[in-house]
């Protein structure tokens, strides 16, 4: 059972940023992996996506502001949010793209001034 640990979530102010980061229990070596995010009340959503090629792919609402990148060796999935915007407050989740294995506890992320 592959296990994730996301972190680096918290509160920032508009215009700020954070730098998340996933932990995988299991090797990402030959996997797709992705950057999810869940706000209140709403499903959740891919964000991010790398291939194993490092080919990204973005969300068109956090385009020219994320980056996602990924450490094989490290077993390890990153997301750098910059100008970040209220509208950005989730949880973020990180998996396999597209998802099968189970969720993480996510972390959460707040946009607020």
């Known amino acids: 059972q592959v296990q994730l640990v996301e972190s680096g979530g918290g509160l920032v102010q508009p215009g700020g940023s954070l730098r998340l980061s996933c932990t995988v229990s299991g090797t990402i070596f030959g996997i797709y992996m992705a950057w999810y995010r869940q706000a209140a009340g709403k499903q959740r959503e891919l964000v991010a996506r790398i291939t194993t090629g490092r080919s990204t792919n973005y969300v068109d609402s956090v385009k020219g502001r994320f980056t996602i990148s990924r450490d094989n060796v490290k077993g390890a999935v990153y997301l750098q949010m910059d100008s970040l915007k209220p509208e950005d407050r989730a949880a973020y989740y990180c998996?396999?793209?597209?998802?099968?294995?189970?969720w993480g506890q996510g972390t959460q992320v707040t946009v607020s001034s």
């Open positions: 998996s396999d793209y597209p998802s099968t294995w189970s």
